[in-house]
Structure formats: C-alpha cells, structure tokens
Nanobody, 116 residues
Framework: QVKLVESGGGLVQAGGPLRLSCAAS????????MGWPRQAAGKPRELVAG???????IYADSVKGRFTISLDNAKNTMDLQMNSLRPEDTAVYFC??????????WGQGTQVTVSS
C-alpha cells in the first residue's frame, strides 16, 4: 500500500520561502505522474507542480518562477521549494502519485498559510 507523508507546512509572511517534502513508501508499480496539488478554502483543487512520465516538469502559471519541484529517488522523497510566497498561495498542499494503472494515492495534506 502506498503511503505518502507530507511535511514542512506552516505559517510564513508574504515574500518568504517554505519547503514542503513528501516521503513515499510502499510504491510497487511504475509511477507515471507525481506532483503537488493544493486546495484553498472554497476553491477547487489545482495542480501546482508535477512530474509527468518521462520526468517532464510542469507548473501552474501562478507559481512559475517561484516554485521548484524536485525528486530524490535515493530517498524516495519529492520536495516543493516555494519562494516569494503570496497570500493567495494559502492552501492545503497534497502529495499525489498515480501509477501506470491509473491508481491514485494522496497524502494527508499540509497547511500552508501566507500572511500579508
């Protein structure tokens, strides 16, 4: 069973940085997508950043140039470095993977709050 555990969320002032990390375990099938969706209160969930099959990185337009997604295969971790944070980045951030069968797994989420 896939287990994803996020860490690193918290409260930060606008303009500051924050780094999220996702520790993955129990992955036995080939992963063809992994990333960081987020959900703000009262808004639909949106993909912030991710790796597609073939290791192509994708970013939401709202975070391009500010956020960087990275992967450490040796440690089975996926990080999201967030710089120049804005109040509109406030949301619950999730770690997400999908395997080649289309089976999705989610972490429990970590709250990021950016104060103005």
């Amino acid at each position: 069973q896939v287990k994803l555990v996020e860490s690193g969320g918290g409260l930060v002032q606008a303009g500051g940085p924050l780094r999220l990390s996702c520790a993955a375990s129990g992955i036995t099938f080939r992963i063809n997508f992994m990333g960081w969706p987020r959900q703000a209160a009262g808004k639909p969930r949106e993909l912030v950043a991710g790796f597609t099959d073939g290791d192509t990185t994708i970013y939401a337009d709202s975070v391009k140039g500010r956020f960087t997604i990275s992967l450490d295969n040796a440690k089975n971790t996926m990080d999201l470095q967030m710089n120049s944070l804005r109040p509109e980045d406030t949301a619950v951030y999730f770690c997400y993977v999908r395997d080649w069968r289309g089976v999705s797994s989610w972490g429990q989420g970590t709250q990021v709050t950016v104060s103005s």
